[in-house]
């Protein structure tokens, strides 16, 4: 068996792949490429899979290409979605996919002259200029309806299962469009694979078959498993249902370490399989050593060290460390202007004028503060006694006076046992 593919199996990445898919890996380098839909400015930590992939595939020898789908997240993929998603001005979508180019150039080679370098494609580039009538008459000719409605994405939303009933002409067109994608790129960058998730089976093989049809030609699909935690739970979001970002300046490194450090141990074993380069045998060392002292945690502290250096880099890791070293294991006693200043940065935190702070209650403080969404969500929190400022479980009858700022400067309130957030008061 190809040795890429032998790779996702042992990491417990592989779901499924078209027959002749391991030959043609095997047979030459090959191009495949992964699209990602512009749907905010930042990728999450959903995508992380879909990126170690195009680097595994890399670092076997062969080409990958990220797509961004500027003109494919004008529309909205049904697979896997109950509702049609709310369609974005095109002035906000360019933004979003120059900000998705920035963070896929951060985690593939896309330089020197090597012939397998990575590289970066939008298929708004060559759906601009093609008109309906013309996509119409070349692309959806060659696929029948009835092709495109046995697809699962298709048929859970027409039959109600998904939720809601039915499903519009414009996301219908979506694997017409995906197809298209693998067809232009089989065309004229040589990719005979596409890769993806195993709710995107449906599209690529609507590819495959555009492909075969239009063109004579042969082309393959590989598909990883959708990540869900071991109890089954929706994976990468938080309690309250936020995304953990990429992008550092929607979730601090900090934050985005201790996601990694709070796995459970059975989520650790899968995750530092899926999430980092580390060999089956370091990996399998490391299983056994973790289970000798789990309560030493090594599992999940060698998993967020990989994946925060890997996402952001060496010295996010070591700040966001500190940080939690200081968190955990300090008593507000040690706790002074100095230490503030030294986590102030791997922490969430915001700023606020004391005349505004002085005499404020624990509801506005926490949504004022920005460390909470709204004033809901602040008494949801209070009620449930989860609620520290610096480190005292507060009620909501709490205002904030001189005395509780620390050196005058500082207040550390706490979410839980793990969510933290510095008000630096000015």
Not at 99 to 106: M, P
Not at 143 to 154: F, L
Not at 178 to 199: A, E, T
Request: charged share 25%.
């Amino acid at each position: 068996m190809n040795s890429f593919i032998e790779e996702l199996k042992w990491r417990g990445l592989f779901a499924d792949m078209m027959p002749g898919t391991d030959e043609q890996l095997n047979k030459e380098m090959t191009t495949a490429y992964i699209g990602f839909d512009p749907t905010a400015d930042s990728l999450h930590i959903g995508s992380l899979i879909q990126i170690k992939i195009l680097a595994h595939f890399q670092q076997h020898g062969h080409k990958p290409i990220a797509l961004v789908g500027g003109a494919t997240g004008m529309i909205g993929d049904p697979s896997g979605k109950s509702a049609e998603r709310n369609l974005l001005d095109e002035e906000t979508l360019l933004h979003y996919v120059d900000c998705l180019k920035n963070q896929l150039s951060r985690f593939l080679n896309f330089d020197g002259n090597e012939p397998n370098k990575a590289e970066l494609v939008n298929n708004y580039d060559w759906m601009k200029n093609i008109s309906f009538l013309d996509f119409a008459k070349n692309v959806g000719k060659n696929i029948t309806v009835n092709y495109m409605m046995a697809k699962d994405s298709v048929k859970k939303r027409l039959s109600g299962d998904a939720g809601v009933d039915g499903m519009s002409f414009t996301e219908f067109t979506y694997q017409l469009i995906q197809g298209y994608d693998f067809l232009h790129l089989y065309q004229n960058n040589n990719v005979k694979l596409q890769m993806g998730g195993s709710d995107q089976w449906g599209n690529i093989t609507t590819g495959t078959e555009l492909i075969r049809r239009k063109a004579q030609g042969e082309a393959f699909a590989l598909t990883v498993p959708l990540i869900t935690k071991a109890d089954g739970s929706k994976f990468g979001k938080s309690e309250s249902g936020e995304n953990y970002w990429l992008d550092k300046k929607k979730t601090s490194p900090y934050k985005f370490y201790q996601f990694w450090l709070n796995a459970t141990d059975s989520d650790a074993e899968r995750f530092i399989k899926f999430y980092t380069f580390l060999s089956k045998e370091a990996i399998d060392a490391l299983i056994e050593d973790h289970k000798t002292a789990p309560h030493e945690r090594k599992l999940q502290k060698r998993l967020a060290e990989e994946v925060t250096v890997w996402v952001h880099n060496r010295e996010e890791y070591e700040n966001a460390l500190r940080a939690s070293e200081i968190l955990f294991s300090k008593g507000m006693e040690d706790m002074n202007e100095q230490i503030f200043t030294e986590i102030f940065d791997a922490i969430p935190n915001n700023e606020m004028l004391q005349s505004k702070i002085i005499g404020l209650n624990i509801i506005d403080l926490l949504s004022e503060s920005d460390f909470l969404k709204s004033k809901s969500e602040a008494q949801r929190e209070i009620k449930g006694n989860s609620i520290s400022v610096n480190k005292q479980k507060v009620n909501g009858t709490f205002t904030v006076s001189k005395s509780d700022l620390i050196d005058g400067k500082f207040l550390l309130l706490q979410k839980g046992k793990k969510s933290y957030f510095i008000v630096k008061v000015i």
